[in-house]
């Protein structure tokens, strides 16, 4: 296979901005930037979340069974640079109504229970049914607003 020509090909298949939310045993919030999301059905409604094998999100998730995404709307760069570098404390949270922390003035919000964590590849696809969501202003920051690429 083309190395170059895989990747550029991978990296055309368009993104959304999110932020994943999650919680420690011990209560301690967590937020992560991710971008691999998709709906995989409609009854039940069921997301499914990429997470980096080696991540601290993927532990909460695995120990919790849940976690929340955050759409970026339009105009959120500054937030997802924050979290990208780590600056948590600029980013404004508020609580889903199961506790878990999602964007103040984000586009919207789903709160996800997990079903099951396939273990294939670099990444784990946490299944899970969506449980309860909320509408906030604005549309969904695509990945390409940040002029940023994750796939290849």
């Given at each position: 296979?083309?190395?170059?020509a895989?990747?550029?090909?991978?990296?055309?298949?368009?993104?959304?901005?999110?932020?994943?939310?999650?919680?420690?045993?011990?209560?301690?919030?967590?937020?992560?930037?991710?971008?691999?999301?998709?709906?995989?059905?409609?009854?039940?409604?069921?997301?499914?979340?990429?997470?980096?094998?080696?991540?601290?999100?993927?532990?909460n998730?695995?120990?919790?069974?849940?976690?929340?995404?955050?759409?970026?709307?339009?105009?959120?760069?500054?937030?997802?640079?924050?979290?990208?570098?780590?600056s948590?404390?600029?980013?404004?949270?508020?609580?889903?109504?199961?506790?878990?922390?999602?964007?103040?003035?984000?586009?919207?919000?789903?709160d996800?229970?997990?079903?099951?964590?396939?273990?294939?590849?670099?990444?784990?696809?946490?299944?899970?049914?969506?449980?309860?969501?909320?509408?906030?202003?604005?549309?969904?920051?695509?990945?390409?607003?940040?002029?940023?690429?994750?796939?290849?």
């Amino acid at each position: 296979m083309d190395k170059k020509a895989k990747k550029r090909v991978l990296q055309m298949i368009p993104y959304g901005a999110y932020v994943v939310g999650t919680k420690t045993n011990e209560g301690a919030e967590h937020l992560m930037f991710g971008t691999w999301l998709m709906q995989t059905s409609f009854k039940p409604p069921l997301v499914a979340f990429a997470l980096s094998e080696d991540s601290r999100t993927l532990a909460n998730v695995r120990e919790s069974k849940s976690f929340a995404v955050s759409v970026l709307a339009d105009g959120m760069e500054g937030v997802a640079e924050s979290l990208v570098d780590g600056s948590f404390k600029k980013v404004k949270t508020e609580r889903t109504p199961s506790g878990l922390p999602v964007l103040v003035g984000a586009a919207g919000w789903i709160d996800c229970h997990v079903l099951e964590i396939s273990e294939k590849g670099d990444h784990r696809i946490a299944l899970a049914e969506v449980v309860d969501v909320a509408s906030g202003p604005g549309k969904l920051m695509p990945l390409d607003a940040l002029k940023w690429h994750y796939g290849g």
